[in-house]
Structures are given as C-alpha cells and as structure tokens.
C-alpha cells in the first residue's frame, strides 16, 4: 500500500516539475517575443518628429482669439509634390501614423501629400478623359465640415455611377483639404491647419501674412502663413492642380454668401462658369458683397493659372446641400472653355 502511494505521487511530481519547466520557457519566449516585437518596430516606423501631435478633437488649437499664431517651418516628406512636379502620385511616400478621416478605401484613391500632422490627402478619380475637372472641399476643416459632408456623397454618388462621367473627361474630388482642421473640432477651433494657418490665405496671389478683418472672417486671428505656400497642404494641390493641366475647379465653402469667381478682378472664364452654375442653382450670384479683401485664396490663384475657378458656399455650416449641387456637378463635368 506504501508503495503504491509512493508510485502514485512520482508522475504527479514529475508534472510539476515539467510544468515548471514550461512556464520558464513560456516567460522567455514570451520575453523575447515583446523584444522582437520592439525591434521591428522601430525599424519599420518611420520617424516623424518633424510633424505636430495629433490633437485629440475636443482640444482647442495651440493659438487664440488674442494672439497671431507663427507657422512652424517644415521639414517635408521627400516625396511631397512641389508645383510644377511631374511624380505627384505619391505611391512611395512614408505611409502616416494617423489613419485618414475619409470613409472610403477604393481603387479610385490618389494620396497627393500628407497634412501638418501627417494624415493623407486622398483625392477621389472618376473617368479617364483628357479634360480635367477638380472639387475641393474641407479647406476650412471642421468648421465647415459640411462641405466635406457634401464631397462624399457625390464620391459615393458616383462610385455607384460612373457612367456619369463623360468618357472625354476625367474629375477629382478631394473631400478634406485640411484633415487636421477637421479631426480636432467642427466649430471655429476647426478651421485652420495644424501650424494655425487659415489655408485660403496661403497660396502665393495677393498673398500675406495678416490682413484686414473688415467684411472677413473675424472669430479667431489665424494667420497666412509666414511666407506664400508655406503649408504641406497648399503644396500638394497646387502641385496636383498643375501636373494634372486640371481646366476647371470648384472650391466648396459655408455658408451662404454665393458664387465668387476667381481672379480680382473677376476672371473671365471663371465668370462664365459662374454664370452657369448660377442658371441652375439658388445660390446667389453675384455673390453677397461683404467688403471682404481677399489674400492667397485658392479660387484667385487657379484662376492666375488658367483654370476657370469657383469659390461656391453652401447654404448654412451643417447641410451638405447634396440635391442642390447634382445640377452643379452636371455642369461642371459638361462645361468646357
């Protein structure tokens, strides 16, 4: 009976020690898989120190309403566009760490360049044609999100339609110029990149650091950039714009004041598109006059490149105005210079 207690206890013993024995290697490996892991880490992540943490959306931006913020200069990913630049499809750039605001994953993305903060620039391609047709929306980030609302209905619009694309013209949409802008607030504190730059005052027409508040926007003191093009995303489009010889554009804002052609004065062709957009739309035109003066807008500096441009404000900051932009998108995609 002795015995066979004894020999009873033995494999009961010998399991313990043999588990021991595993969970010592379980630790070590485990060990060295966290190490591992590490490693490959830091090797595979590329190093971005040279861009602004990310914000968390209910933060307010590093400027207020009483002091004049200062633009940051930039160390630029290599593979950022510059305009004029023939390799704009950046198909090698460092991929960011933090994921894009865009809903969409699908074969039609273009990353043309990365924001302040290192979310990407997707443009949106429909059609093949030799005549180039571009809408921009989300220059003012979350403040006037619901433009970036609108630019992806009409993505997801003509995804389930591409035969609304005529077979000579190819068009791009970008639905979120300033990703930044819109990831941190939709509401004033939304408006302006991450460097605190007001983005339609940072392109090289009529360009300057601060200008007059009379008739403009007035909430926050944002800045133009310390010199014409000094941002990641002004950058990017201009560059696109250029390399992709785009004919004709539509810039999306809010809220209310109309359709402004681009050019001051008035570029002619940019009027003609003006006009026909004006025919099938409420929005009015000539644009409410507020004495606003302009600096570094986008719509001015296309329209100095020849491109027939349109600033065109939604009704109000909430409503993508979807129905009422089908007539526009119709005209911009049959227009022709």
Known sequence: MGKQTISNLRPKRLLLIWGGFDLLLLAGGFGYILQTQTVLRNQITPARTELTPKRSPQT???????????????????????????????????????????????????????????????????????????????IHGGNEYNTILLANKLIHYLNKRPEKIPKEVTLYILPALNPDGEARSHNIYGRANENGVDLN???????????????????????????????????????????????????????????????????????????????VSAYPYPPIATGCEMTGSLADWAAAQNIAALDVELTNHTDPDFKQNLPILRVLLDWRR
């Open 60 to 138: 307010e931006p590093a400027f207020s309403s009483g002091s004049t913020p200062t633009a940051t200069p930039l160390i630029l990913p290599t593979a950022t566009p510059t305009p004029g630049s023939s390799s704009v499809i950046l198909a090698t750039a460092s991929p960011p760490s933090i994921p894009s605001t865009s809903p969409f994953v699908a074969d039609n993305q273009i990353v043309i360049g990365y924001s302040v903060a290192g979310r990407p620039l997707v443009v949106y391609q429909f059609g093949d044609g030799p005549l180039q047709r571009m809408i921009v929306a989300g």
């Open 201 to 279: 005052h940072n392109f090289p027409v009529a360009w300057q650091a601060d200008w007059s508040r009379d008739g403009c926007w007035h909430y926050l003191k944002l800045s133009g950039g310390d010199r014409p093009a000094s941002e990641p995303e002004a950058i990017a489009l201009m560059g696109f714009l250029l390399s992709h010889k785009v004919e004709a554009l539509i810039s999306y804002h809010s809220a209310a004041l109309g359709i402004f052609p681009g050019g001051d004065p008035p570029d002619p062709t940019s009027q003609r598109l003006a006009e026909a957009v004006a025919a």
